[in-house]
């Protein structure tokens, strides 16, 4: 088997042989395949027909000359005297593999789950707070060590938390239980499901998580793509084929049940919980708690601190999401033939004058500004695309870097209550509707009072407002400099009709739950994990944490 990096086909080339929608979804089709066989075969000098099993590991785009666009592809195949061919090429970027293979289950999890379908069986079951990614992939881990996870979500199921998220964003009342921050699926379910991430993973779990999600539902070149996405839509099949999968394995899950407080012993361990159900509490016992709340969990937040949980501030960022015309960003980017494959996305970054960091974030191409709100008399946005990223408009969060300073205390709950500041001054400025305002307002300090050549796209009632009166001053000033900045690297980036929509607060967890070198809290028993307990950021990442967590359990687990 050859496994070769870098191969380059011209884009050009490409959209000429392909007929139909396959290239625009990012779908590698039959003619784009031979496409990259024309190339393999220049490159190698060999036949076509001594190429076989060609297997595309990954694709990205190269638009560094617009007028040569190029796809970018990592791939393997089989060939004949494939030491010689490769020694003929003489490159570092073509190499010779062992046939690709499954890398087998961790094998002290095969063990315990063996032990339990003899008749052992764990002491306690564990029990997972949160099904967002890093509580799915903690439970699914769990279950498939045949320990039978309880899994507590506070809000709905994936399917009754979309008809209540459509109807708040038409108009109806906030549901603080069940909303885009809480539910089935968690925060991530409402968003683009990007699964790129920059995290280290040498024993293979992003490759499991992506297999999985593929396995379930999601598009198939997620495998593949650079910057894999699922998309909303198709999201939401993921989350409920793996609650079956969990649920098969022998899980248990309460929806609409909020995890209130840990009980703790003497001897500081964990013995059990306290979760709400229909208003009434209700004691769970347990020695094993994966805590994968969500970065808006906000009165756990207060109840773990209280209860004694080792905790402290961090660093997140603050600012708007800005909306651009999908063609012209697609067009700075790829140039004409940007209609032709998939809605392009950008990053971008600055270091201000005064020190502080401005960048893009959750970049969502062909997307929608949603109201994000989960507190009664707080607004807060996000970004979510669906999966054919097929809306006029492109946004992301432009945000700006803050920390304890900002805060003004080292209180552990002083970003939170930051956080909170802002959102409750964007939900009074907007009378709960989304405020948005154009560029070239927020530079002069003024309400916008019409739209330009860029229409707001959000799912929410939206109005015109200052943003400049919600933002801190070295926000605004961070951003003006930072929008300058990146319109010499995007011409157009920063024209003055282009729209800011706020606010974006929630970036990231403004806490970082305290834990050792076992995932574990000061509190014997307790795994925090996720972007909630400040570990993670993004679908992947998290879902790699609760993995992690989950495994670790798996391995101290007592049996009877």
């Not at 603080?176 to 089935?184: D, H, L, R, S």
């Not at 994968?292 to 501030?313: C, E, I, K, W």
């Not at 191409?365 to 809306?391: I, L, T, W």
Request: charged share 25%; aromatic share 8%; hydrophobic share 35%.
């Amino acid at each position: 088997m050859i496994r070769m990096t870098q191969v380059r086909v011209p884009a050009h080339k490409v959209i000429e042989a392909v007929t139909n929608e396959d290239l625009k979804l990012g779908v590698i089709s039959n003619e784009e395949e031979s496409c990259i066989r024309d190339q393999i075969s220049e490159i190698m000098g060999i036949p076509d027909d001594e190429i076989h099993e060609l297997h595309i590991e990954k694709k990205s785009v190269d638009a560094r000359r617009k007028e040569n666009v190029l796809f970018v592809y990592t791939l393997t195949f089989k060939a004949i005297r494939e030491h010689k061919l490769v020694n003929q090429y003489g490159k570092n970027d073509a190499f010779v593999i062992p046939e690709r293979s499954i890398v087998e289950e961790n094998s002290i999890m095969k063990d315990v789950a063996l032990q339990i379908s003899l008749g052992r069986r764990p002491k306690s079951r564990p029990v997972v707070v949160g099904m967002g990614p890093a509580g799915l992939f903690a439970a699914l881990r769990l279950a498939e060590a045949g320990l039978t996870p309880i899994i507590i979500e506070r809000g709905s199921d994936a399917v009754s938390r979309q008809e209540k998220v459509e109807e708040f964003w038409q108009g109806g009342e906030l549901d603080p239980e069940t909303n885009v921050q809480f539910g089935e699926g968690g925060a991530g379910t409402f968003s683009d499901g990007k699964l790129n991430t920059g995290i280290k993973d040498p024993e293979g779990r992003i490759r499991f998580i992506l297999e999985t999600f593929a396995n379930y539902g999601a598009p198939s070149q997620i495998l593949y793509e650079s910057k894999p996405h699922v998309g909303t839509d198709r999201l939401m099949d993921v989350v409920l084929a793996l609650r079956e999968r969990i649920m098969a394995l022998g899980g248990e899950i309460f929806f609409n049940t909020r995890f209130e407080e840990p009980i703790i012993n003497e001897d500081n361990e964990l013995v059990g919980i306290i979760v709400t159900q229909d208003d009434e509490e209700i004691q769970i016992d347990c020695t094993s708690l994966v805590l994968a709340t969500g970065h808006s969990a906000r009165d756990t937040f207060q109840n773990l601190y209280d209860a004694g949980m080792v905790m402290t501030s961090k660093p997140f960022a603050v600012g708007v999401r800005v909306q651009h015309s999908q063609d012209k960003i697609g067009y700075n980017q790829y140039g004409d033939i940007y209609t032709s494959i998939p809605a392009c996305d950008y990053r971008v970054a600055h270091t201000c004058a005064s020190g502080r960091g401005v960048y893009s974030f959750c970049m969502c191409p062909g997307g929608y500004v949603v109201n994000a709100s989960s507190e009664e008399g707080y607004n807060v946005v996000n970004g979510m695309s669906y999966y054919r990223r097929d809306s006029e408009n492109a946004n992301s969060a432009l945000v700006v870097t803050v920390n304890a300073l900002d805060y003004g205390s080292n209180d552990p709950l002083a970003g939170m209550e930051y956080q909170r500041r802002l959102e409750k001054l964007a939900y009074e400025a907007g009378a709960g509707r989304i405020p948005v305002q154009l560029y070239g307002d927020f530079l002069n300090n003024v309400t916008s009072t019409s739209l330009g050549s860029v229409n707001s796209i959000t799912k929410g009632e939206s109005v015109f407002s200052n943003l400049r009166a919600i933002l801190p001053e070295y926000v605004n000033e961070s951003l003006i400099e930072g929008m300058t900045a990146f319109d010499r690297k995007i011409s157009g980036f920063a024209a003055e009709d282009v729209i800011f929509t706020g606010v974006e607060a929630r970036t990231s967890s403004p806490v970082r739950m305290i834990r050792n070198q076992d995932y574990m809290s000061n509190i014997i028993g307790i795994y925090p994990c996720g972007e909630g307990a400040g570990y993670a950021g993004g679908i992947t990442s998290s879902a790699v944490d609760g993995m992690k967590v989950a495994e670790k359990i798996v391995e101290t687990t007592e049996l009877e």
